[in-house]
C-alpha cells in the first residue's frame, strides 16, 4: 500500500495562493488513481482534483476549476496542488488520496480511494 504525507497548508489572505504537495512512499503513484479532497467543519468532504492512472488530463470540481491546479510527477512520485485566487469558502483540511482498483465512475467519491495523507490545513482569511 502507498504511503502519502502532504505539505503545504497554511494561513492566507483571500486572493493569494498556496500549493500543497503529496509525497508518496512504498509504491508508484503510477499504478494509483490520485487526487486531493477536502474537508470543511462540519461538512462531508469533497472532491477537489484529480487524475486516474492512465489520464492525462486531470479533473476538478467546479468551485475550484480555473483556480487550481493539479500536477503528477511520476519520477518524484509526488502530486501537487496549486490554489490561486484563494477565497475563504477553500478554508479546509486538504487531503490527498490513491486508489489502487478501477473507480472510473467514481472518481469523485472518497470512498473509492484507500490510501489516504493525514491532511493540510488551509485557512483563507476575509
Known amino acids: 500500500q502507498v504511503q502519502l504525507v502532504e505539505s503545504g497548508g497554511g494561513l492566507v489572505q483571500a486572493g493569494g495562493s498556496l500549493r500543497l504537495a503529496c509525497a508518496a512512499s512504498g509504491r508508484t503513484i503510477s499504478s494509483y488513481t490520485m487526487g486531493w479532497f477536502r474537508q470543511a467543519p462540519g461538512k462531508e468532504r469533497e472532491f477537489v482534483a484529480g487524475i486516474f492512472r492512465s489520464g492525462t488530463y486531470p479533473r476538478y470540481s467546479n468551485s475550484v476549476k480555473d483556480r487550481f491546479t493539479f500536477s503528477k510527477d511520476s519520477a518524484k512520485n509526488t502530486v501537487s496542488l496549486q490554489m490561486n485566487n484563494l477565497k475563504p469558502e477553500d478554508t479546509a483540511v486538504y487531503y490527498c488520496?490513491?486508489?489502487?482498483?478501477?473507480?472510473?465512475?467514481?472518481?469523485?467519491?472518497?470512498?473509492?480511494?484507500?490510501?489516504w495523507g493525514q491532511g493540510t490545513q488551509v485557512t483563507v482569511s476575509s
Open positions: 488520496a490513491g486508489a489502487s482498483r478501477a473507480i472510473l465512475s467514481s472518481q469523485t467519491r472518497a470512498d473509492a480511494y484507500d490510501a
